[in-house]
Nanobody
């Protein structure tokens, strides 16, 4: 059974930074594609970033390119999202997710991921 637990959210002023962490349980974390999504009130999950099992490949939404960095530590079974130059429109609940079965869906499709964390709130004030 795989569980994901996010942490690191909070309240920050525009232009500030936060680092989100997602700690995973389970033996085979290192084989999973991992993703970060956000969800604003009343909206669907929106892709933020994803990272391949080895960390060699990373993918970003256009809205966060150059500001956010996804990384992973397979020994610590943790994936990170470094968020810099935050904007009020980044305000949302952020979720990490795992794709355990390498489904055929594209990396930015929430349906590709079969395990989700509980989310962590990020609020950026103007």
């Amino acid at each position: 059974q795989v569980q994901l637990v996010e942490s690191g959210g909070g309240l920050v002023q525009a232009g500030g930074s936060l680092r989100l962490s997602c700690a995973a349980s389970g033996r085979t974390f290192s084989s999973y594609l991992m993703g970060w999504f956000l969800q604003a009130p009343g909206k669907e999950h929106e892709f933020v970033a994803a990272i391949s099992w080895s960390g060699a490949n990373t993918y970003y939404a256009d809205s966060v390119k150059g500001r956010f960095t996804i990384s992973r530590d397979n020994v610590r079974k943790t994936v990170y999202l470094q968020m810099n130059s935050l904007k009020p429109e980044d305000t949302a609940v952020y979720y990490c997710a795992a794709d355990r079965y390498s489904s055929g869906a594209y990396y930015d499709d929430p349906n590709k991921y079969d395990v989700w964390g509980q989310g962590t709130q990020v609020t950026v004030s103007s």
